[in-house]
């Protein structure tokens, strides 16, 4: 029987993952790898799917050759960048992800996720920068807004951090508990001994 063609297997490899179907699709690529000379997309979807089964190491992997193969693909930065975040190999995961924003500036989730390696780098304004742009290019989007009340309250613009937290309250009232937790944080954030007036002023807090 004639060997599969490679724009087969990875059609078909696309389709395994969108089904969320990783044990064959894994099979599809792998059957790829030992019938073809290595092709970007199937290292990609290999890469995604170590990310899946929790093994980053092996996505950092993959995903390293996919963009050998094919550089500046942005979907693959962003595996990259998370794989490399994974591992906290934070300048790794920052060059992948800001180079993905690069290419990509109105990728609201390249954004999004260089704003968690600024943070995590205790660059806070970089962060902060990275969330408002984010939210800039999807306003309604809950963990960004959580997430921008975080780092405004780390900087000590707490304020400005209620008002965040306030968004995302209103667009979803399940993000309650973790803003509660955050605010709750020694040195950082305010004590409200009712959470129902904390409920209250979250609702009321202006846009």
Same mark, same amino acid.
């Given at each position: 029987?004639?060997?599969?063609?490679?724009?087969?297997? %990875?059609?078909?490899?696309?389709?395994?993952?969108?089904?969320?179907?990783?044990?064959?699709?894994?099979?599809?690529?792998?059957?790829?790898?030992?019938?073809?000379?290595?092709?970007?997309?199937?290292?990609?979807?290999?890469?995604?799917?170590?990310?899946?089964?929790?093994?980053?190491? =092996?996505?950092l992997s993959?995903? *390293?050759?996919?963009l050998?193969?094919?550089?500046?693909?942005?979907?693959?930065?962003? %595996?990259? =960048?998370?794989?490399? /975040?994974?591992?906290?190999? /934070?300048?790794?995961?920052?060059?992948?992800?800001?180079?993905?924003?690069? /290419?990509?500036?109105?990728?609201?989730?390249?954004? +999004?996720?260089?704003?968690?390696?600024?943070?995590?780098?205790?660059?806070?304004? =970089?962060?902060?920068?990275?969330?408002?742009?984010?939210?800039?290019?999807?306003p309604?989007?809950?963990?960004?807004?959580?997430?921008?009340?975080?780092?405004?309250?780390?900087?000590?613009?707490?304020?400005?951090?209620?008002?965040?937290? =306030?968004?995302?309250?209103?667009?979803? *009232?399940?993000? +309650?508990?973790?803003?509660?937790? $955050?605010?709750?944080?020694?040195?950082?954030?305010?004590?409200?001994?009712?959470?129902?007036?904390?409920? $209250?002023?979250?609702?009321?807090?202006?846009?």
């Amino acid at each position: 029987m004639a060997t599969p063609h490679i724009a087969d297997l %990875v059609t078909l490899a696309v389709r395994l993952v969108n089904a969320n179907q990783p044990q064959r699709a894994r099979i599809v690529c792998e059957q790829a790898v030992a019938a073809w000379p290595p092709h970007p997309a199937v290292h990609q979807l290999l890469a995604v799917l170590d990310m899946q089964a929790g093994q980053p190491a =092996g996505a950092l992997s993959h995903a *390293a050759l996919s963009l050998k193969l094919r550089p500046d693909h942005v979907p693959t930065l962003l %595996v990259l =960048g998370d794989a490399a /975040l994974a591992q906290r190999d /934070l300048p790794a995961a920052s060059k992948a992800l800001e180079r993905a924003v690069a /290419l990509a500036p109105e990728n609201a989730d390249a954004c +999004f996720k260089v704003s968690l390696v600024r943070q995590d780098l205790r660059d806070l304004d =970089g962060a902060i920068a990275a969330l408002e742009r984010a939210i800039a290019l999807q306003p309604e989007r809950v963990d960004a807004l959580v997430n921008l009340g975080i780092v405004l309250q780390e900087a000590g613009r707490i304020d400005d951090a209620l008002r965040a937290y =306030g968004r995302a309250y209103r667009l979803r *009232a399940q993000t +309650f508990g973790r803003i509660a937790h $955050a605010l709750a944080t020694p040195g950082a954030g305010r004590l409200w001994l009712n959470l129902d007036d904390l409920r $209250a002023e979250l609702a009321a807090t202006p846009a």
